[in-house]
């Protein structure tokens, strides 16, 4: 079965802290995309890599961090420099990252809440 | 910046008629323009993708694009009950990247 998984579904924060959230897709994609969703409100670009070992910033990267060590995986780490951390993450993937042709497929999300 | 524009609705249609949901882009060089499907709680689900001006059909579904007056739609035909979500807009950004508006809130009444 295709697909991308993130992993926890539910995330819970005390302040301070830094927390990694999982991406994972079998999807063979060469692109993958963090958004931040908040209530009433679009999705926003985090980071994203279109290739592997390459990463670049989006609309809102401060407060967070990424990695793209594996093709299948694309872990986000959103650290205590975040302010407002609480929101709905996900994670998306495309076949390829260049180009204006791709359609992004995303995974269930991660809801973090800050305590 | 780079601008998606949608009504927030709520837009409320009687089961059966025509649902009708707009998107404006700013980015006149845009190319590729997308529809998801977003229930409550759930993550967004790629509905319609379209490229070239004109109109395209899937199902129940059609997406309409005007370039000129950077403008596409999405009609959905004999509207449901299940259809009642957020329809988000998303258009394709120079990196690769898609670039969404707020959503739209449709409402199928029984």
């Known amino acids: 079965d295709g697909g991308i998984t993130q992993s926890p579904k539910y995330l819970f924060r005390k302040e301070g802290q830094n927390v990694t959230l999982s991406c994972e897709q079998n999807l063979n994609h060469d692109a993958m995309y963090w958004y931040r969703q908040d209530p009433g409100q679009g999705l926003r670009l985090i980071y994203y890599s279109q290739i592997v070992n390459d990463f670049q910033k989006g609309d809102i990267a401060e407060g967070y961090s990424v990695s793209r060590e594996k093709k299948e995986s694309f872990p986000l780490t959103v650290t205590s420099a975040q302010k407002n951390p609480t929101a709905f993450y996900l994670c998306?993937?495309?076949?390829?990252?260049?180009?204006?042709?791709?359609?992004?497929?995303f995974g269930p999300g991660t809801r973090l809440t800050v305590l | 910046q780079k601008e998606v524009e949608q009504n927030s609705g709520p837009l409320s249609v009687p089961e059966g008629a025509i649902a009708s949901l707009n998107c404006t882009y700013s980015?006149?060089?845009?190319?590729?323009f997308f529809w998801y499907r977003q229930y409550s709680g759930k993550s967004p689900e790629l509905i319609m993708s379209?490229?070239?001006?004109g109109d395209k059909e899937d199902g129940r579904f059609t997406a309409q694009l005007n370039k000129a007056s950077q403008y596409v739609s999405l009609l959905i035909r004999d509207s449901q009950p299940s259809d009642s979500a957020t329809y988000l807009c998303a258009v394709g950004g120079s990196q690769g990247n898609l670039i969404f508006g707020k959503g739209t809130k449709l409402s199928v009444k029984p």
């Open positions: 998306a993937s495309s076949r390829t990252g260049t180009g204006s042709y791709n359609e992004q497929f």
């Open positions: 980015d006149r060089g845009s190319q590729s």
């Open positions: 379209i490229y070239s001006n």
